[in-house]
């Protein structure tokens, strides 16, 4: 029905209470229900990002959230089959530590499974409980079950018309499958590989950092100065601001071309305090300008020492253990007396303590220069982490990624200029990080709960642990966990024994597992018939600033697996700024929860506000706007009930769209409907493009004039004042295009738009079709009567403002100057002009400008 409401449109509608009653509602009736019998062609599918259940959301979680789900609406709206599916991502050190604090309890991988096991009751400072790592799983699961209640129900509350019976979790079973299945597959294809390697360590966390998860900060620091003995008399000085890492030195490096050490390079020189002979060598890393222009390589100070230590073929000196202190036994490079007893007052400190100690030693034996010069200085952190990170030496899994191989990193870089970017600037983010990549991608985690590697290692008959030649597990084994699972052909009882097995202790990186989130979604391990129709899939929405992680490590396993992208577009959304102007997020204690701003505001009015932003960009959180969102939402519930009033009051009955499309016979409200079809059609390019926010931005201009001006200029003829076929025209046309704006916001504000749906039609505004192609197209011509009608009424409303009168105050003569295609659009307007301002004449003056002048009546 396009013209009359069949059903009960309410005296005084509210916002009150629709939210609740509309949820419940949508989940009856299954109105987002994804039907898995359309085929590919037919589905959108959307990789939506599993957020992290460890904590709470913020309004920067809500903002992205909702951008992606004006589009899948419009998507559905459209014709689309819309796969929506939400994951949690309740996996990870952030979870782990959780569990730990709230049931008082320490993993013990060594530890057998009790299926028994529950933790203390009341848990004491002292009371920490160990167990299994299977129980220890358990209690995550547990927990993060009502994490992940509370976040559905806050979703389902924001208005997300995801399908809540497509769920998944990254520790789940299926997730678990997924992961263990595609790492198999990489490990037999030679795409993963274990190696002994240096290392980025958290000693906090106890576990090695990818180089995604790190990050610099500014901290303050010191210069130190002091010379290596070349054994000629003089001395090579250097400046360094980890002096710790002395008896870690394997050279000393400059710059080829430096001509101050040229001579030198092939030379040796001798480590203060512990008499190292060590070589000068060259590099083109070498700063000539940084410092003495010599520095000092240790194993490993930094990543740089790293670089020069596997391109200079360097020998590795360790000294710092994975606990963060200096090695408890003096190394075997350090030989004389004087070392090794230089290298005791050091054994077993801290780094920081380790630091303070040499540089008394460096300055009791005269080998310091000066005083330690103050500094601040970029140091690499993990991202969740407190405590500058360390390179250790340790075995780890890796897989490859580009980073040291030119041909995987063109390849892949190719990929990402396949990708549709939405905005196409954030592919820079993609690109920068692909050209930056200097190691392999590290996979392995040495903690709990996580996906574990599905594998073992034989145990010789002497009690070594052969770690080059894994046992793997069959695909139709899992998901399983080696530190309660057996391997093929061997008994538990031969668990940690000669000629038995070890089970790999380690899980896989959070994005090990999320970098698979197509493929979980989709079902590939599970499901072959529902991954046909969903993947690749159509989008991935996500923040910027795991473009570098989820984004590209989703890639290098979709092309390792598929051969190809997983998705074709990607939308990336910007962040929110607190007012301050600086990011929001949990790190810095400035975020927002959604719970009291869903309260005061409403959903559609945060909703506003999110898809108000345009893609990519970074947006205040501004609580202005959410006001002027609410206002729109209300003023949609009351110019509805205004319009379906008029039409209700109306003679005229239009049973069918097309029947009031064929009724609307006045020039004002053709006028009006080609204003709306060119909207459909820029909000449906708009759509396309993915810019939601012009489309709104569009609509919502739209409708304000549709209210102040179009719905004024008829209202008196729609009441019949100009007899009943003009009467007839006007609700036909007011019919056809509250239906339409409803559809339009219907992606934006889905509860005001349902609610007032379903004061007149049938069924759900959202499984309603897109109304793109449904209005005729009018000439610029037939546009231009409400235009120029709009501007003559809203200058006497000025008038009257001016004069401090109502606006039903009478006019006695209006007067309208303007060039003649002007006044010819405004001659078929002129009754409703009459009617609408309660004008007694209305006179057109042909001129070269345009002016309109306003005669009051005299009151009597």
Excluded at 195 to 200: F, G, H, N, Q, T
Excluded at 724 to 733: H, I, K, L, M
Aim: net charge negative.
């Amino acid at each position: 029905m396009a013209g009359h409401p069949t059903k009960e449109v309410p005296q005084k509608p509210t916002l009150d209470g629709i939210e609740p009653r509309w949820i419940e509602r949508w989940e009856r009736d299954g109105t987002y229900r994804f039907d898995r019998s359309k085929s590919r062609a037919q589905v959108y599918s959307i990789d939506t990002p599993p957020p992290t259940v460890s904590g709470s959301l913020h309004m920067g979680s809500v903002f992205g959230y909702v951008q992606t789900d004006a589009l899948a609406r419009y998507h559905r709206m459209r014709g689309d089959e819309v796969f929506y599916p939400m994951g949690w991502d309740d996996n990870g050190l952030p979870t782990e530590r959780r569990v730990e604090n709230y049931f008082a309890v320490r993993c013990d991988p060594s530890l057998p499974y009790d299926p028994n096991f529950r933790p203390p009751n009341h848990p004491g400072p002292r009371q920490i409980v160990a167990c299994s790592r299977p129980n220890f799983v358990e209690l995550c699961l547990e927990l993060t079950a009502e994490d992940e209640k509370a976040f559905e129900d806050l979703w389902r509350r924001v208005g997300l018309s995801v399908d809540w019976t497509q769920t998944y979790a990254t520790i789940g079973e299926k997730a678990r499958r997924t992961s263990q299945k595609a790492f198999l597959r990489n490990l037999a294809r030679g795409e993963a590989y274990q190696a002994e390697a240096p290392s980025l360590w958290d000693v906090s966390f106890q576990t090695a950092v990818a180089q995604a998860e790190m990050e610099d900060r500014e901290i303050p620091g010191a210069l130190h100065r002091y010379g290596f003995s070349t054994g000629t008399g003089d001395k090579v000085m250097i400046e360094t601001t980890r002096p710790e890492l002395l008896a870690a030195c394997v050279a000393l490096v400059a710059h080829p071309d430096d001509e101050r050490y040229a001579p030198r390079f092939g030379r040796t020189v001798t480590t203060p305090l512990f008499g190292v002979e060590v070589p000068i060598v060259a590099h083109e890393l070498a700063q000539p300008d940084k410092g003495t222009g010599i520095a000092m390589i240790c194993t490993f100070g930094d990543t740089t020492d790293v670089t020069w230590w596997r391109e200079l073929q360097l020998p590795t000196r360790v000294i710092v253990e994975r606990n963060g202190r200096l090695k408890a036994d003096s190394p075997e490079w350090i030989t004389s007396g004087e070392g090794r007893a230089a290298y005791a007052e050091l054994a077993g400190k801290t780094v920081k303590q380790a630091q303070a100690r040499v540089v008394e030693l460096l300055s009791e034996a005269g080998e310091l220069e000066g005083d330690p010069r103050p500094i601040t200085h970029p140091v690499k952190f993990y991202e969740k982490g407190d405590r500058p990170l360390e390179i250790v030496s340790s075995r780890q899994w890796y897989i490859r990624n580009g980073g040291r191989d030119p041909e995987l990193r063109k390849t892949l870089a190719g990929l990402g200029k396949a990708l549709q970017w939405h905005p196409p600037w954030m592919h820079q983010r993609y690109e920068s990080w692909v050209e930056g990549l200097n190691g392999d991608w590290l996979i392995s985690r040495q903690r709990y709960f996580g996906v574990p590697f599905p594998l073992w290692y034989p145990v010789g008959p002497d009690g070594t642990i052969d770690y080059r030649s894994p046992i793997a597990a069959s695909e139709d084994a899992l998901p399983l966990d080696p530190s309660s699972d057996a391997p093929p052909g061997y008994g538990e009882d031969q668990r940690g024994r000669p000629g038995g097995f070890v089970g790999d202790p380690d899980v896989m990186d959070t994005w090990a597992t999320s970098s698979l989130t197509p493929q979980i979604a989709c079902s590939w391990s599970d499901d072959p018939d529902l991954f046909e129709r969903t993947f690749p899939m159509d989008l991935r929405p996500q923040g910027p600033e795991i473009v570098r992680t989820w984004l590209f490590d989703s890639v290098v396993r979709s092309y390792f697996e598929h051969g190809g992208l997983p998705w074709a577009h990607t939308s990336i959304n910007g962040w929110i700024l607190d007012p301050e102007r600086k990011k929001m997020s949990k790190s810095k204690g400035n975020v927002v929860t959604p719970v009291e701003m869903l309260e005061d505001h409403g959903s559609d009015a945060i909703r506003y506000w999110a898809c108000s932003a345009r893609p990519g960009t970074d947006t205040a959180l501004d609580v202005n706007q959410f006001r002027v969102g609410r206002r729109l939402a209300i003023k949609i519930l009351n110019a509805s009930r205004f319009v379906l009033g008029l039409a209700s009051d109306s003679p005229a009955s239009a049973p069918s769209r097309q029947q009031a499309l064929d009724q609307v016979a006045e020039p004002v409200d053709q006028a009006m409907l080609g204003r709306l079809a060119a909207l459909v059609d820029d909000a449906t390019s708009s759509f396309e493009r993915y810019d939601y926010a012009r489309a709104l931005e569009r609509t919502e201009a739209f409708f304000w004039a549709f209210c102040d001006d179009y719905v004024e200029l008829v209202k008196g003829r729609a009441y019949g004042a100009h007899g009943a076929r003009a009467a007839e025209s006007a609700n036909a046309a007011l019919g056809v295009a509250l239906s339409v704006q409803l559809r339009l916001f219907a992606p934006f504000l889905p509860f005001v738009s349902e609610e007032v749906w379903s004061w007149w039609q049938d069924g759900s505004v959202h499984r309603a079709g897109w109304p793109s192609g449904e209005l005729p197209g009018g000439a610029p011509g037939d546009t231009a009567v409400l235009d120029e009608a709009a501007w003559v009424l809203g200058e006497v409303r000025r008038a009257k403002t001016d004069a401090k009168l109502s606006m039903r105050a009478p006019v006695a003569r209006v007067v309208v100057r303007a060039p003649a295609p002007r006044l010819a659009a405004i001659a078929p307007a002129e009754a409703d002009l009459k009617e609408a301002g309660s004008i007694a004449e209305v006179v057109l003056e042909e001129s070269g400008e345009a002016s309109v002048s306003v005669e009051l009546a005299v009151a009597g």
